[in-house]
């Protein structure tokens, strides 16, 4: 319940906007042009793998608590997938919430640094919204950094517009976007 309290300030709080430049991450072997990618649900069991990876994708310090990703991926109302690289290694995840009113809330989105620009992002995004429709859901909201000019252009190519700025939503000051989707 912490989460939903947490995601949920967030959307009304209004924290001064300053977002880093993307920081070069942790140097690895870039995935050869190619490969292919499995999307599977995202488990409990993939708890330590998802959180690790998480704070890989978001070193501005809006990576979410392990304890955060436990609920997320326990909680009944969650629509959890993965990325799979060949062997099995998480590179990607998305969690969403199904909300009481039906409303689907995508909470998070991840891809690791060495494994973007592969469409791993729109995949997760789509196949999370089959989940929510196999939940009745006919309306999936998310928020998104106002400077993350990258991710926006992908929700908007998947259908999101922008329905209202959230002044300071994050807790370095930065603002944030809602996107909305109708899935009908």
């Known amino acids: 319940m912490a989460v939903i309290k947490k995601i949920r300030s967030r959307?009304?709080?209004?924290?001064?906007?300053?977002?880093?430049?993307?920081?070069?991450?942790?140097?690895?072997v870039p995935a050869a042009v190619g490969t292919r990618y499995d999307i599977r649900p995202l488990a409990i069991s993939q708890l330590d793998e998802c959180w690790r990876l998480d704070q890989?994708?978001?070193?501005?310090?809006?990576?979410?608590?392990?304890?955060?990703?436990?609920?997320?991926?326990?909680?009944?109302?969650?629509v959890s997938f993965r990325a799979a690289a060949p062997g099995g290694a998480m590179v990607g995840f998305v969690i969403g919430l199904v909300e009481p009113d039906h409303t689907g809330h995508?909470?998070?989105?991840?891809?690791?640094?060495?494994?973007?620009?592969?469409?791993?992002?729109?995949?997760?995004m789509t196949e999370v919204e089959k989940g929510f429709r196999q939940r009745n859901v006919r309306l999936v909201r998310l928020e998104?950094?106002?400077?993350?000019?990258?991710?926006?252009?992908?929700?908007e190519r998947l259908g999101y517009a922008v329905t209202q700025r959230l002044p300071k939503y994050y807790s370095n000051g930065g603002d944030g976007l809602l996107m909305l989707k109708s899935l009908e």
Not at 59 to 73: C, H, I, K, P, Q
Not at 111 to 122: C, E, S, W
Not at 144 to 155: D, E, F
Request: hydrophobic share 35%; proline share 7%.
């Open 11 to 28: 959307w009304w709080s209004q924290p001064v906007e300053k977002y880093p430049h993307e920081v070069e991450l942790e140097h690895s």
């Open 106 to 124: 995508i909470t998070t989105v991840g891809v690791a640094p060495d494994h973007r620009r592969r469409h791993l992002a729109k995949r997760l």
């Open 56 to 78: 890989r994708c978001f070193v501005d310090g809006e990576a979410y608590s392990r304890e955060t990703f436990e609920y997320l991926l326990t909680a009944p109302e969650s």
């Open 144 to 155: 998104v950094r106002s400077l993350n000019i990258p991710a926006q252009k992908l929700y």
